[in-house]
């Protein structure tokens, strides 16, 4: 769901139908069938309906009330359907400044500035001003590109993840990162998984340091 700098997906296969249309559509909770404008950028790729509607089922019971960090937003496909089901708060964290600002110009219209906040910079500086843990973490960033092995211990080292936290990861099918085989093994457990086409949909629960 990046555009394709630091927030970027590469790939005409891996883009949605709604994103090639420029736009996404809220597919549940109060805001079900709204459909926002996207930054139609070569390469965005946003998380296409059908496997957001099997995401937000494996998430049914976590959303409400929920801190939640989109690490990568993008189009914002996954943060503003956390907040149409009713997350408490919502941080969208964006690189590229057009697509930070049509975000921003999502929440206006939605007229949800108490609930979603948009910050536009890299990841690794923007979560620099954020210090509370988050309940459910959203990390999709571009494909191919190595971030996973730096944005997972960046979260754990800035202590961002709470305990019992739920992290879903998406990334290429040919990626071999997994939370529960590499140097974190022992503080994530997977819940969820399943791969469509190039994309490989992961859920984890951080169980913690003191597991």
Known sequence: MKPTTN?????KNQRSKSAQSGEIRIIGGQWRGRKL??????GLRPTTDRLKETVFNWLMTHTRDALVLDCFAGAGSLGFEAA?????QVYCIEKDKTAASQLTSN????????QITV???D??????ILNFQFDLIFIDPPFNKGFMDKVVPYLIDHKLIATGALVYIEQETT???DLTTNAW??????????SAGQVSATLYRFIGNDA
């Open 7 to 11: 927030s970027a997906k590469r790939g």
């Open 185 to 194: 093994s022992e503080q994530f457990e997977q819940i969820k998984n399943k």
């Open 123 to 128: 990841f690794f500086t923007q979560q620099q």
């Open 119 to 121: 910050l536009q910079g």
């Open 107 to 114: 929440v206006k219209l939605l007229g949800a500035q108490q």
């Open 37 to 42: 404008k996207v930054h139609d950028k070569e």
């Open 84 to 88: 149409s089901r009713h997350a408490k």
């Open 175 to 177: 990626s071999d990162f």
